[in-house]
């Protein structure tokens, strides 16, 4: 009897635990996105997403932030794009060409876990030394590339943990019917992990269209809609960043729409990865 009504205070412990962080969760995201929200909606206008900044913006004058937005979504974008093509050979390697305990296996996911770890701002810093090696300047390419150095560990750690989920059966079945190890790779382990992958591709895009300090050095800023790689290009961490360090009331406003900008964009994207992902999951073998 002691030991039934131990557990059971155990058990009512513990889900008052589980609880109460909950609570805390939800409440610290309602009471940031309503913060960002009201303190947004003075500055909120039509204007502050379909135009760039004009003469004396960072002033109180006209003009909006068309150019973060887009700069982040081409920034992002681009970077995104040039990890998948980094990661997914990564990890159709570690997961097919060699055995998953192997040293080399090993070693590339403790790296993988190290850079993961590393500071953003430790990125730019690279970014930027590498583009004084080379003497290029700050530029939308620069940015992409250093986005993409930033993403590659996350996205690669979140792919490889999704493929090690799938069953060898499969790949047992796959190669008993003659199929190669890179159609095993493609058709069978890809497409079972489908909707992980569109997750993990997704986390890595919010973390690189988010990110201020690994673009601060290297893709600038800029007033303008890049329409070159070689252009610098402005973000919207950089443009909140900017505008709350002006002393004028009504900028900082405008510092507090770029965020709930900045937020419904990611929500956005949030949403249609539901989406897709429920359409990806009906192809899985369950």
Request: no cysteine; proline share 4%.
């Amino acid at each position: 009897m002691k030991k039934l009504r131990r557990r059971k205070i155990e058990e009512r412990v513990f889900k008052l635990f589980m609880m109460g962080s909950t609570v805390v969760v939800i409440g610290s995201l309602l009471l940031i996105v309503g913060t960002v929200v009201v303190k947004s909606l003075p500055a909120m206008k039509l204007s502050m997403i379909t135009q760039t900044p004009k003469g004396g913006y960072y002033l109180g004058k006209e003009g909006g932030i068309l150019n973060a937005i887009v700069g982040s979504l081409y920034l992002a974008s681009g970077a995104t794009l040039l990890a998948v093509l980094l990661s997914l050979p990564i990890v159709i390697f570690l997961n097919i060409y060699t055995r998953k305990s192997s040293a080399l296996a090993m070693f590339t996911r403790f790296s993988l876990d190290v850079m993961w770890g590393i500071p953003s701002i430790v990125y730019g810093a690279f970014g930027f030394i590498v583009m004084m090696f080379f003497g290029l300047r700050t530029s939308l390419l620069a940015g992409i590339i250093t986005v993409a150095l930033l993403e590659i560990p996350i996205m690669t750690r979140a792919m490889d943990e999704v493929i090690r989920l799938v069953p060898e059966t499969l790949n047992d079945a796959s190669y008993s019917l003659g199929a190669t190890r890179l159609e095993t790779a493609l058709k069978v382990i890809v497409r079972q992990s489908l909707p992980g992958i569109v997750t993990a591709v997704l986390i890595a895009f919010g973390r690189g269209i988010g990110d201020a300090a690994s673009v601060l050095f290297t893709a600038g800023f800029t007033d303008n809609i890049p329409t070159s790689l070689l252009q610098p290009a402005a973000t919207l961490p950089l443009a909140i960043f900017f505008q709350l360090g002006t002393p004028y009331p009504e900028v900082q406003q405008r510092a507090y729409a770029s965020a709930a900008v900045l937020t419904l964009i990611i929500l956005v994207i949030s949403l249609g990865s539901r989406l897709l992902i429920k359409r990806l999951a009906r192809h899985r073998i369950k």
